[in-house]
T-cell receptor
Framework: DQQVKQNSPSLSVQEGRISILNCDYT??????FLWYKKYPAEGPTFLIS?????DKNEDGRFTVFLNKSAKHLSLHIVPSQPGDSAVYFC????????????FGQGTRLTINP | DAGITQSPRHKVTETGTPVTLRCHQT?????MYWYRQDPGHGLRLIHY???????DKGEVSDGYSVSRSKTEDFLLTLESATSSQTSVYFC????????????FGQGTRLTVV
């Protein structure tokens, strides 16, 4: 039973536009959420996180939004750049930290010039 | 970059043979994890450790064992490899406070033939 779901396997966006990646979860005990970016043949690298006590966290071009009532989070990238092309994973933890992460299936983002 | 080294990076083994993957960290982080990545599943937790000699099962632990005799090393053993264990394996480390992310190694691609 998938507790964290990314329902879009792929997303294609034009360079300079906004990329929006979505993630849904079912476990109400999740307390901390993260987004990771992964290039081929490399390990996932951390992008941004958000605690359940917040509804928004921003870091440069990346913003994560959390809607607890809907059990939904999203990652906004603006403006999108070619180097953003990668697989993006959302992850969740029942702890106030990155412990025992539960991952979604991933969304492959392609930024077109 | 966090100091995490996985070895080997690639391995091909035969069904029924034992295999051990090694994760070495230089960050002195308390928590260490083994995940596997498969298409359509994202990353799934196999086993984790919360201290020397303290380990516990994750979501997909059947067929795997782990050991942590030193803070810096976390070993994953496939007692008798099966084709279903063909996957990319990632080690990760995290702390309980102060650090908002888990750091991942570069992965080990294991093929069981």
């Amino acid at each position: 039973d998938q507790q964290v779901k990314q329902n879009s396997p792929s997303l294609s966006v034009q360079e300079g536009r906004i990329s929006i990646l979505n993630c849904d979860y079912t476990n109400s005990m999740f307390d901390y959420f993260l987004w990771y970016k992964k290039y081929p043949a490399e390990g996932p690298t951390f992008l941004i996180s958000i605690s359940s006590i917040k509804d928004k966290n921003e870091d440069g071009r990346f913003t994560v939004f959390l809607n607890k009532s809907a059990k939904h989070l999203s990652l906004h990238i603006v403006p999108s750049q070619p180097g953003d092309s990668a697989v993006y994973f959302c992850a969740a933890s029942e702890y106030q930290g990155a412990q025992k992460l539960v991952f979604g299936q991933g969304t492959r983002l392609t930024i077109n010039p | 970059d966090a100091g995490i080294t996985q070895s080997p990076r690639h391995k091909v083994t035969e069904t029924g043979t034992p295999v051990t993957l090694r994760c070495h960290q230089t960050e002195n982080h308390r928590y260490m994890y083994w995940y596997r990545q498969d298409p359509g599943h994202g990353l799934r937790l196999i086993h984790y450790s919360y201290g020397v000699k303290d380990t516990d099962k994750g979501e997909v632990s059947d067929g795997y064992s782990v050991s942590r005799s030193k803070t810096e090393d976390f070993l994953l053993t496939l007692e008798s490899a099966t084709s279903s264990q063909t996957s990319v394996y990632f080690c990760a480390i995290s702390e309980s406070t102060g650090v908002p992310e888990a750091f991942f190694g570069q992965g080990t691609r294991l093929t069981v033939v």
